[in-house]
């Protein structure tokens, strides 16, 4: 298999179509990347856009979709529930293939670069391309949001690996790095009550002492009337989806709520299907062998 990366940025716009297209038509226009998908939440106010190619080609997509963003989205003007700090809040290179975590590693501190010198806006390398121990899960060094770096930019500790030692006006700061699949799942309750979202999302993430390897916080989505538990699970074959909604149906039986409905946000494993569906239907040794379009495919 070619040596090839995966990239998933966030743009911070969920709402404006017009601006959510002309991003992405970057990723389209950039030679020998394929476009494999994107999503927006208009309560998010934020948008998911995956795309494959070989390591420079990503490189170069990432590059365009970034400077498309900053001459298109202003965040003085953004609100969502989403936790933002960047126009692009986000980059992550996911190595696939023969690509090693290393070489995601290296051009995401030559795009860090490039996006600092080029187009004047402040650059954290995170996960595995941090160079600093605070700057290893995004978000530390998201914390503050676009709002609160004027000063936090400011902090000896929160200098920017790349770009000006002060916030982009308008852009904010930016995220890039090297990191392994990410799972972006999430979780509705049968309540609009954000007390009880926050305890839950409080209950189970990593840093609230839960589950290890995940990220989640409580937010109230209008357009469903629902509260909603939004998660980024780092580590699918460590915690496995199936054991992600027993916990949080055990953690919402004692509010007297139960689960709604789920959301997968971007693209997700086969291996991670394969292993909750293998746990609900008893089946323990269900390969994707098995799977019928899988062995079509591979023949």
Request: hydrophobic share 40%.
């Given at each position: ?108 501190e030559e795009l860090g670069e490039r996006i600092g010198s080029e187009l004047g806006i402040p650059v954290y390398l995170y996960a595995n391309s941090a160079k600093r121990k605070q700057c290893a899960k995004l978000p530390t060094i998201r914390k503050g949001e676009f709002e609160g770096f004027d000063e936090k930019i ?146």
């Amino acid at each position: 298999m070619a040596k090839l990366v995966e990239c998933v940025p966030n743009i911070s716009e969920g709402r404006n179509q017009e601006i959510i297209e002309a991003c992405v038509n970057e990723v389209r226009n950039t030679a020998g990347v394929k476009l494999v998908d994107y999503s927006s939440d208009p309560d998010h106010n934020r948008s998911v856009i995956t795309f494959v190619g070989t390591p420079q080609e990503v490189k170069e997509a990432a590059y365009a979709l970034t400077k498309k963003a900053a001459s298109l989205i202003d965040l003085t003007k953004h609100s969502g529930t989403h936790k933002r700090m960047g126009a692009v809040d986000v980059i992550p290179f996911i190595p696939l293939g023969e690509t090693t975590m290393e070489e995601c590693v290296q051009i995401s501190e030559e795009l860090g670069e490039r996006i600092g010198s080029e187009l004047g806006i402040p650059v954290y390398l995170y996960a595995n391309s941090a160079k600093r121990k605070q700057c290893a899960k995004l978000p530390t060094i998201r914390k503050g949001e676009f709002e609160g770096f004027d000063e936090k930019i400011k902090q000896s500790k929160w200098e920017p690996d790349f770009g000006p030692t002060e916030k982009h006006p308008t852009f904010g700061c930016v995220a890039v790095g090297a990191r392994e699949f990410l799972v972006a799942f999430n979780v509705y309750l049968d309540t609009t009550d954000m007390h009880v979202a926050n305890s839950i999302a409080n209950s189970i993430r990593e840093s609230g002492g839960g589950l290890q390897h995940l990220q989640a916080m409580g937010m109230f989505i209008e357009e469903k009337s629902m509260v909603q538990i939004s998660m980024n699970n780092l580590h699918f074959k460590k915690l496995p989806l199936y054991r992600l909604i027993e916990v949080i149906r055990m953690e919402a039986s004692r509010w007297g709520v139960s689960i709604r409905e789920t959301e997968l946000i971007g693209l997700i494993p086969l291996q991670a299907i394969l292993d909750s569906f293998s746990y609900y239907t008893q089946l323990p040794s269900l390969s994707a062998d098995q799977i019928i379009d899988m062995k079509i495919h591979n023949d």
